[in-house]
């Protein structure tokens, strides 16, 4: 899962994303409100953090223009300004939790658990599709009832195609979405290649009722088989 951190304070920031990291997300970060722009503009994220007090301008602006694109999903406001006002807009304008600072880093990933929890699986704790589950916070997956062991990339790839059945998924946005920022430096998608090559062996394997079916010339498609 992919989040962006969107931060001036490049201590803080830097805290955040070694903790997220450490709980297996790809994090992406931006210090300033244009850099955040550009990123949100570009590309896609599972969860953004938000700060409202930026250098070069106001995080509540970045979501009223956040809420024209439609980009609001999954957003949570990281402030140290805790007045009700300022919750009651950024809510308002599509926010989906309002965190003060200072705050404890559990309770931040707490948040995030439950805004992707709820936003994306209908309050469930797990995602799955056919005879396949997967559970984001634990990182286990089951296959026909049996608890089966992945690596962390293959077990990314599976989440995020089981969060979009039957959707086609090009190389770009498998690259960008699992490797995050780092996937810009290399030449072709080889590595992509090779993930979802392992990861088809093991779900033929274990008896899995779904394939990641390949579209030529487009990408790919998780469909039950």
């Not at 297996?24 to 503009?41: N, P, Q, S, W």
């Not at 090779?194 to 487009?218: F, H, P």
């Amino acid at each position: 899962m992919k989040i962006l951190i969107i931060e001036d304070d490049l201590s803080l920031q830097e805290i955040m994303r070694r903790t997220l990291e450490q709980e297996r997300y790809v994090v992406e970060v931006a210090g300033d409100y244009h850099t955040g722009l550009i990123k949100l503009t570009d590309y896609e994220y599972d969860c953004v953090l938000l700060d409202i007090n930026l250098p070069d301008g106001n995080g509540l602006d970045l979501l009223r223009q956040l809420k024209a694109m439609r980009k609001t999903g999954n957003l949570i406001i990281v402030s140290a300004r805790d007045s009700i006002d300022d919750k009651v807009e950024g809510l308002d304008l599509g926010a989906d939790d309002y965190l003060a600072k200072p705050f404890h880093l559990a309770e931040l990933l707490s948040r995030i658990r439950s805004v992707m929890r709820r936003n994306n699986r209908n309050g469930a704790q797990w995602v799955e599709y056919g005879n396949v589950r997967v559970d984001p916070h634990t990182f286990d997956t089951w296959v026909e009832g049996a608890k089966r062991e992945l690596s962390r990339k293959e077990f990314d790839l599976l989440l995020y195609f089981l969060q979009r059945p039957q959707h086609l998924v090009s190389k770009s946005m498998l690259a960008e979405a699992i490797w995050g920022d780092h996937f810009d430096d290399v030449d072709n998608y080889d590595f992509v290649y090779a993930q979802i090559k392992n990861l088809r062996k093991r779900l033929t394997a274990w008896g899995a009722n779904v394939e990641i079916a390949s579209v030529y010339g487009m990408g790919y498609k998780l469909m039950l088989v």
